[in-house]
């Protein structure tokens, strides 16, 4: 989760969030930030650029036997593509109480409709992640 938060450092003027997708081995196979702003486009979150980063570099959508570092719960969108792409774990640490799909509202990531339930692990370095985002948008105001 600290890469995922070093990650997040590098947003610039994008909403902080930073993600790290880990082989069962360890291996970091991508890593990366909210990128909507630079790329004019909305499905640019740190999520979807690591699962894109990780199938192209690896030649395979399916992620399987990986886990997702993310600092914030995903979105509905962003755990679409989770289960999309078989990853079996995401651990995350902020809760988002306005369009969390890990628990929060919403939950995407262990509907059972959708497939086997990943296994989901909330509130890693919680207050770290929050304090992020709450510094961002109080420097917005």
């Known amino acids: 989760m600290h890469l995922a938060l070093e990650q ?4 610039g003027s994008e909403v902080p969030v930073g993600a ?10 991508a890593v990366g930030h909210n990128l909507r702003e630079q790329k004019s486009d909305p499905t640019s979150h740190a999520e979807i650029e690591v699962i894109r980063a990780a ?3 690896g030649g395979d959508w399916r992620l399987e036997e990986t886990t997702l570092f993310v600092t914030l719960e995903p979105c509905v969108m962003c755990a ?13 640490g902020a809760w988002d109480e306005r369009v ?14 959708l497939g086997k339930p990943l296994e989901v692990i909330p509130g890693v370095l919680e207050e770290q992640c929050s304090r992020v985002l709450k510094e961002f948008f109080e420097a917005k105001r």
């Open 8 to 11: 997040a450092s590098l947003a």
């Open 20 to 29: 790290v997708l880990v082989s069962s081995a360890g291996e970091v196979l």
């Open 55 to 57: 199938a192209a570099a």
């Open 80 to 92: 679409g593509a989770i289960v999309a792409a078989r990853i079996p774990r995401v651990v995350f």
């Open 100 to 113: 969390g799909a890990a628990g929060s509202i919403y939950d995407v990531l262990r509907d059972s409709r």
